[in-house]
């Protein structure tokens, strides 16, 4: 690897794709973009998966692609190279194209991240930061990298200290970034399931009854625990019901419990199902695990600030850093 690479470099032999492209067939290329997206991720990370994942992505939110592999340790280094994707949409000739950077960094070279990839972004349009290293965002170099961004995407589920992984994104929020966590993305199935509980009147008559809210929660979903937890708590709070939930671990996956006197909602994760139990009555959907592309298209399509997820998160951080103290 070299120790610099030119933002110049990149973008002329970008234009010399396109003038190739041009120069093949007669159906011509259409040039697609709405956003740039930059990925991060470390080498070790699934290369093949990785590209499958972009790739979807591009049909309904087509972007310059900015892909840089993270190499660990070692001297000052960067490299780089250019392609496309392309495809063609059914029943048309003419073929849609993206283009792709994809950057090869040293931790030594973090630093000069930021320079390099500003001049590549697409002008006047959002710039996604879709952070897919845990480790990167412990390094103080994460800062300067996310704040050339619109919207920066992490997953917490990740994280090995998960209230400090949420408190940090709370500070970021606080201090006017606009972040995204999957684990809260993972969430919206769990949302949408309780809502519709609720939809019934005479359950939704008995919503003031509520005065317990119980999450347990197993190997890689506390961060998802602590926001179900505040989400369910900040629903029962805009109807004058306030509780303090309670979370704690178990060896299941995922549950949430709300109950008061002889009223009780429980949903749990069980295989690819989600339960919804209403009293006696019980109830079963699918619920397969997201993959990422699932993920990865319901945040791009979310460019502006999210404020439920930013009221969950505020609370969920609160709830879990007094709980880590012994304060509740």
Known sequence: MSATVAPDTILKEL??????????????????????????????????????TIAALMPEHPARTILIRLQGDGERALSQRVYQQCWKPFGQRQQICCEQIE????????????????????????????????????RPE?????????????????????????????????????????????????????????????????????????????????TAAWYLAAWAANALASVGQVVTPVVGRQDESLRL????????????????????????????????RPADYHLMREELGIMRRDAIFEDALASAARLAVSSSSGQI
């Open 15 to 52: 234009a010399a794709l396109w003038t190739q492209e041009g120069k093949q067939g007669d159906a011509g290329v259409l040039r697609a973009c709405s956003l740039t997206l930059v990925v991060i991720a470390e080498a070790a990370d699934d290369a093949a998966a990785l590209g499958e």
């Open 103 to 138: 950057i090869a960094a040293s931790d030594a070279a973090l630093a000069d991240l930021p320079p390099l990839i500003l001049p590549l972004a697409v002008p006047d349009l959002p710039v996604i930061l879709w952070c897919r290293s845990a480790r990167l965002m412990r």
């Open 142 to 222: 994460f800062a300067g990298i996310a704040r050339m961004a619109t919207k920066v995407v992490i997953d917490s589920a990740a994280a090995a200290d998960a209230i400090d992984a949420i408190r940090r994104i709370a500070d970021a929020v606080s201090s006017g970034g606009i972040l995204a966590d999957l684990a809260w993305t993972r969430l919206t199935r769990w949302r949408e399931t309780l809502a519709r509980v609720f939809e019934n009147r005479d359950t939704l008559a008995r919503l003031t009854e509520v005065d317990s809210v119980r999450v347990r929660f197993g190997p890689s979903y506390e």
């Open 257 to 288: 419990e709300l109950s008061g006197g002889a009223f009780r909602v429980e949903l749990w994760r069980q295989d690819d199902r989600l339960v919804t139990v209403v009293n006696e009555q019980s109830n079963c959907t699918n619920l397969p």
